[in-house]
């Protein structure tokens, strides 16, 4: 309708919430439905496990060459020296690395979704529009309070919780209540303001 012309294309992609949206070595990412007045999605984003680091001093001890076999080793494949040995990969590396979890929610009201999304994330971005003693006007409006959103990472055993999409009632200081209010709940809660950025450390699990 307004004759606009546009240089590059676009692909529309319709997101299915039963499937992976997206997978490859290093990731995976899924997508649910929440409920809001119009069709909007929470995603979780999996980083998929890293392999234990080469234990060269083992592979030294063990009087094993050094050189491309060591990438096969690392590769966790079973490799034959010269000397006749058969030596396991498997057997020179350390622990894995678990792989870190993000979930990232639109605006919504409480649902079973977020929770299944949730569930142990590492980061948990939660909407946070209304605050305290405000779920009767956070549900007539498809949205969530600073407590609906601390319970939500308290109950899924979350890490860390990023509050975001305040309500433009909430400025300064007001909006830092927000925070507070959901620290008596769930600690390690942070709200964001735009342009924050925010480390995500793997577990030291």
């Not at 929470?42 to 001890?61: H, M, N, Q, S, T």
């Not at 007001?174 to 390690?188: G, S, V, Y």
């Amino acid at each position: 309708m307004s004759q606009t012309k546009l240089s590059y294309k676009i692909n529309f992609v319709v997101l299915d919430e039963e499937k992976t949206i997206f997978e490859n070595e290093r990731f995976l990412v899924v997508a649910k439905h929440l409920d809001h007045r119009i069709e909007c999605f929470g995603f979780r984003i999996e980083e998929k496990d890293y392999p234990g680091e080469l234990l060269v001093d083992r592979l030294r001890a063990a009087h094993v060459p050094s050189g491309p076999l060591y990438g096969q080793l690392k590769a966790g494949k079973t490799v034959k020296l010269q000397d006749g040995r058969v030596i396991k990969g498997q057997d020179y590396l350390g622990t894995p690395k678990k792989g870190r979890t993000v979930t990232i929610l639109g605006d919504t009201r409480q649902t079973a979704n977020i929770a299944l999304l949730a569930q142990n994330a590492d980061v948990l971005v939660h909407e946070s529009t209304f605050a305290r003693n405000e779920d009767q006007l956070a549900y007539n409006y498809y949205h969530s309070t600073c407590i609906q959103a601390a319970r939500v990472a308290k109950h899924a055993n979350v890490k860390k919780l990023i509050l975001t999409h305040i309500s433009a009632r909430y400025v300064g200081q007001k909006a830092n209540l927000l925070e507070k209010d959901a620290r008596k709940i769930f600690k390690n809660t942070k709200l964001a303001n735009d342009f924050d950025v925010f480390k995500v450390p793997f577990s030291k699990e």
